[in-house]
């Protein structure tokens, strides 16, 4: 792959491109879906993509295509030059310098499985099978499903660039997960559970993930609408995990050049309560979001975000660095699209209190599963969105609710937190303890 | 551009008409219940323009082929961007594989009925048009769009445009093609006052050539609303929370129907049993005023197909007619499973995923009321005119969707602007509490995307003025 990244290079060079980098991707997919038992849906799949952005002087232009014919990667070049050729030139577009590229040797991450792939669709398929029957035993409530899904995917990424960077890494990933249905009195819920990995034998096992998707549908059964007010609201760990995506978007290099974020000009205040400190770190072995150099060619490392609730880091590529005056964070990434930004392996660093703990402090109080919607303004951080979860009474968790919305803004909000969980799980590229929020405005009846 | 789907791919990767044959016929017919070989080609371009210039561009070339054997309710899918015989034939081999146990039948024949549309031929496909008039077309969007406040900061005015070849055939002898062009003019304004900062948008398109955006400086108007939004957010104060009466804006609000009744209507649901609408056929979900349509054949919308994406022309079909529900969106699988006819639905992002239940252009049809007067019938409550996002949980019914421009009304008046807030409801029961429609139906401008399963497919909406009596707002206001 690196060769035909040389050779693309080579030919962009010589059709006027000053300056080039070039991505490309080659990946094997195979999915399984069962229902009730039955095989519902079984996906193969093989994909490539080879992209190109060339610079001539400080006008840039993207390509990608599909298609690795020689006919089609000579076309691919033309089309980049000659849209560079009418971009307004940009001063400060171009490469990193060359003497902040990552040097060999790249780190191993260990983001391959060599041998976890070896499954026949057999057996692939009665993971899926045994996952969702374990949903269906669970309970006698458990009535219909979406069905239990395996999939894996392998691929192989190389990048490189006119000024000498090279490198090319594989990865693996495994999933399982199961959507059952529950019902009772004519209401049905559905709910899933899932788990992901780089590692096939580090999948949980499919019983296991089954179990918890059938709790968590079972659990919603019986939701209602609560009265209007203002309480405190926990957050599980995966709807704790989308507040710190929202907060990386609004540190992104792209949102804060234009303006369009409500971490503008907030670096080294704070944006949080001191309890908070949230980290991204690429180097993490095995990490669903690492990678061995970043998507310029430059070494991976741990960024601290926030740190004791101070704003310590943007996140931000070479270009979006010089559009604010600081240096790139290592945090470009590239896909067949382009260039952009985006996090690693991003979470809330964990504290002392048990998830039970944060629950028995509150007396009245919104305890959230699911966020759904997208009403998160990354410019004002005003927040609004659907929630399902449970109740908080006296310190326990009452009864299931639903069509509420909880609102306030993200700033607000991450100065309101007021406990962290001990529970900080890497289960997912974002992960984040438990987090109890003092006050947000819950809206029902 | 290109006048026949099947020359196209006869020419550009030696697919015959019998070689496809040959590769159906042998690999799948006879063992499975439909089998079908989906051929794509697509180019698409963006061109974006932030403080002042274009300074990005890129052109993206996609090409592959999906094959896909059923067999009861068994999908093989298989799918390969290189598209060659041999890479064909082995997926074909893999989508039979899942078939293997399944009974042997013949191949069943689909009769479609319909004959495929002629909805967008263009002249000039939008991809085609002269790069420099699309780099002008920005700079005018700019231009407009800065000169309409001095508050306005900062400009970000994208085009894309791409087309689509397709060709579906099927062992039953069936092939079809079609040519899809789609562009969008996207505008995205900041202004800020005195450090506060705020966020206005707004576009669209179709199936369109380019000199859509140039009728009657349709450009401009895109950049002014854009601007005029971000202008207003400026002075929004906190929205209400709890339960009011909402009146919603004609056009683009019609994402209301989209998910409190659009997704739990596609046949994949109802035949599982998922979907708070199953079994519902023929009763009452929503006022008598409503009736609520999904029409593929509106010429040059966004939505629309001559055909989709498993060769079935498109339809207008009734979803909900005057309260009752009357139908489901079909593909071929769900369609057969439930011993019903194919509605056109079936549609797919790209030939790297299988065919699903889709909608296409989704609204209620217009009513008696003056928007006005529907206004003026609110003591208080919230007018919401403009939207981002929404989704909907299938099973429970729950759906949210997020106003991004919305004011109070006040004994009957509209007043304040209001900070964007999500609005819930249950989608059997919300369309019952629908009090009032206005006789002012449009279509939205042409922006909608539609995610389903990982899936995203351009879509559009439509809805006249109407009155909802009590629906959540999602505010801070107490």
New interface residues.
């Given amino acids: 792959m690196l060769d035909l990244l040389a050779d693309l290079l080579t030919r962009a060079t010589t059709k006027g491109a000053t300056a080039a980098d070039a991505f490309v991707v080659e990946a094997q997919a195979f999915s399984a879906l069962v229902r009730l038992g039955q095989v519902d849906t079984v996906k193969h799949a093989r994909e490539q993509r080879l992209a190109l952005r060339v610079f001539v002087g400080q006008s840039v232009a993207a390509a990608s295509t599909s298609d690795l014919s020689r006919e089609s990667v000579g076309r691919l070049v033309e089309d980049a030059v000659s849209l560079a050729r009418i971009t307004s030139p940009d001063e400060l577009a171009g490469l990193p310098d060359a003497a902040e590229l990552a040097h060999p040797p790249l780190p191993d991450l260990d983001l391959a499985d060599p041998t976890g792939h070896d499954l026949s669709p057999e057996e692939k398929i009665d993971l899926a099978r045994r996952a969702e029957q374990a949903a269906l035993d669970f309970d006698p409530r458990i009535t219909n499903s979406e069905g239990g899904d395996f999939s894996d995917h392998r691929a192989c990424y190389a990048y490189a660039t006119t000024h000498g960077f090279a490198g090319e890494y594989r990865a693996s990933s495994f999933s399982l997960s199961v959507a059952p249905v529950a019902a009772s009195g004519g209401e049905m819920q559905r709910d899933a559970w899932y788990h992901v990995t780089r590692k096939r034998v580090a999948l949980d096992p499919p019983e296991e993930i089954g179990r918890k998707a059938a709790e968590r549908a079972l659990r919603r059964l019986g939701g209602r609408s609560v009265k209007t007010a203002e309480v405190p609201v926990i957050f599980d760990r995966e709807t704790a995990a989308s507040l710190l995506r929202h907060l990386a978007g609004a540190a992104s290099g792209p949102s804060l050049y234009r303006g369009a974020s409500f971490l503008l000009d907030r670096l080294g205040q704070s944006v949080a309560a001191p309890s908070v400190t949230i980290v991204d770190d690429a180097t993490r072995p095995g990490g669903l979001g690492s990678r061995p150099f970043d998507g310029e060619g430059l070494s991976v490392r741990r960024t601290v975000l926030v740190d004791k609730g101070v704003l310590a880091s943007y996140l931000l590529d070479t270009y979006t660095g010089r559009k604010l005056g600081l240096p790139s964070t290592h945090h470009a990434a590239r896909d067949g699209s382009g260039v952009s930004v985006s996090t690693t392996n991003l979470y809330l660093a964990a504290g002392e209190s048990s998830p039970e703990a944060l629950i028995r402090s509150v007396t009245q109080g919104l305890y959230v599963t699911e966020l759904i919607g997208f009403g998160v303004n990354g410019v004002t951080g005003d927040y609004s969105r659907g929630v399902v979860g449970l109740w908080i009474e006296n310190g326990e968790l009452a009864y299931p609710v639903e069509e509420i919305t909880i609102a306030g803004n993200l700033l607000d909000m991450f100065h309101a937190v007021e406990g962290v969980g001990n529970d900080l799980v890497f289960r997912d590229r974002t992960a984040s303890p438990t987090l109890l929020i003092g006050r947000m405005v819950v809206a029902g009846s | 551009m290109l006048a026949h789907p099947e020359r196209f791919f006869e020419d550009r990767f030696g697919l015959t008409p019998s070689a496809m044959e040959r590769l159906l016929g042998s690999s799948l017919a006879g063992r499975v219940d439909h089998a079908d070989l989906y051929l794509e080609y697509r180019v698409s371009e963006a061109l974006v323009l ?1 403080e002042g ?12 082929a999906g094959v896909r054997a059923q067999s ?11 598209i060659s015989l041999p ?1 064909l034939e082995e ?1 074909a081999r ?2 039979r ?2 078939a293997a146990h399944a009974r042997t039948s013949a191949v069943v024949s689909i009769d479609r009925g319909r004959q495929p549309h002629d909805l967008y031929s263009l002249a000039e496909p939008p991809l085609a048009a002269d ?2 008039r699309k ?1 002008e077309l920005l700079r005018s969007v700019d231009a407009a769009a800065r000169a309409w406040d001095p508050r306005v ?2 400009v ?1 005015a994208s085009l894309g445009s791409e087309e689509v070849v397709v060709l579906i055939a099927t062992p039953s002898g069936l092939t079809v093609g079609d040519v899809r062009p789609l562009t969008r003019l996207n505008v ?1 304004v ?1 202004a ?1 006052d005195g450090g ?4 206005g948008s707004h576009g669209g398109g179709g199936r369109v050539p380019l000199d859509f955006f140039l009728e009657a400086e349709r450009w401009r108007r895109f950049a002014t609303e854009a601007a005029r939004q971000a202008v207003l957010n400026l002075a929004a104060v906190d ?1 209400p ?3 009011l009466t909402v009146v919603l804006g004609p056009g683009w609000p019609g994402i209301l129907l989209h998910e409190a009744v659009g997704h739990g209507l596609e046949g994949d649901f109802n035949r ?3 979907s ?1 609408f199953s079994g519902r056929l023929g009763q009452k979900v929503a006022s008598e005023l409503v009736t609520v349509v999904d029409d593929g054949t509106l010429a040059n919308r966004r939505g629309s197909l001559n055909v989709d994406d498993e060769g079935t022309a498109t339809g207008r079909n009734v979803l909900i007619e005057n309260g009752i529900l009357r139908g489901y969106l079909q593909d071929l699988l769900n369609a057969r499973l439930m011993g019903m006819e194919p509605t056109g639905n079936g549609r797919r992002e790209s030939f ?1 995923h ?1 065919p699903m239940p889709r909608m296409t252009n989704t609204f209620m049809l217009a009513g008696q009321d003056d928007p006005e007067e529907i206004i003026r019938s609110v003591p208080r409550g919230l007018y919401a005119v403009n939207f ?9 019914g ?5 106003a991004s421009e919305a004011y109070l009304i006040e004994d009957g008046r509209v007043t304040a602007p209001v ?4 609005l ?3 989608g059997p029961e919300a369309l019952t509490r629908i009090s009032r429609v206005g006789n002012d139906l449009q279509l939205d401008e042409g922006v909608g995307t539609c995610g389903k399963d990982g899936q995203s497919v351009p879509v559009g909406v439509g809805l006249p003025t109407i009155r909802i009596d009590g629906m ?7």
Wanted: hydrophobic fraction near 35%.
């Fill in positions: 932030e210039a274009v300074k990005k561009a890129s052109r993206h070339l996609s090409q592959g009861g309710e068994r999908t093989g899918y298989a799918h390969t961007d290189e890479n997926a893999q989508a594989a899942i790069l420099g780099l900061r900062q970000i995205t900041i800020e506060r900062r705020e966020i929205a929370a709890g339960t599982k049993g998922t708070a790297a299988p981002g996002g929404g989704q909907v949980d299938i099973t429970s729950k759906f949210v969707f997020s900070k964007g807030a999500t819930i409801g249950n959540t707002v999602g505010g801070t206001q107490v």
